[in-house]
Structures are given as structure tokens and as C-alpha cells.
């Protein structure tokens, strides 16, 4: 039951489970948590966005 819950551009409330996943391989950013299990989670109201970092090509995943 693994990978992405929440897409980008769509809508969460705090608490939604946004990426399930077993290691860091998307990275929390901006008002969004990172559990003990590596879960990603929002910690306020507001849109899932999804990023790239051109020099290190890790994905970032913030809420706006």
C-alpha cells in the first residue's frame, strides 16, 4: 500500500497522508511532516505541489 495518496494541485486538510513510502525518496518542504515511517503528511490546509531540484534532481513535495 505503498506510493503517492495525493496528486498534485489537489486540495488536502491537515493530517492527509500525501506519500507513503519506505525510505526518503521524495522529501518533505514547506508545512508538510515527515513520520517515523517515512510517511508525508500535511500540517496545514491547502494544495499539494510537487518539485524537482535541478542540481540534485530530489523531488520535494510542500503545500501552498
Do not use: C, M, W
Request: proline share 2%; glycine share 12%; charged share 20%.
Amino acid at each position: 500500500r505503498l506510493g503517492v495518496k495525493v496528486f498534485g494541485g489537489t486540495y488536502v486538510k491537515k493530517g492527509s497522508i500525501i506519500v507513503r513510502q519506505r525510505g526518503t525518496r521524495i522529501l518533505p518542504y514547506t508545512e508538510v511532516g515527515l513520520g517515523s515511517d517515512h510517511t508525508i503528511y500535511a500540517l496545514k490546509d491547502g494544495y499539494v505541489q510537487f518539485h524537482k531540484n535541478r542540481h540534485t534532481s530530489k523531488t520535494y513535495v510542500s503545500i501552498i
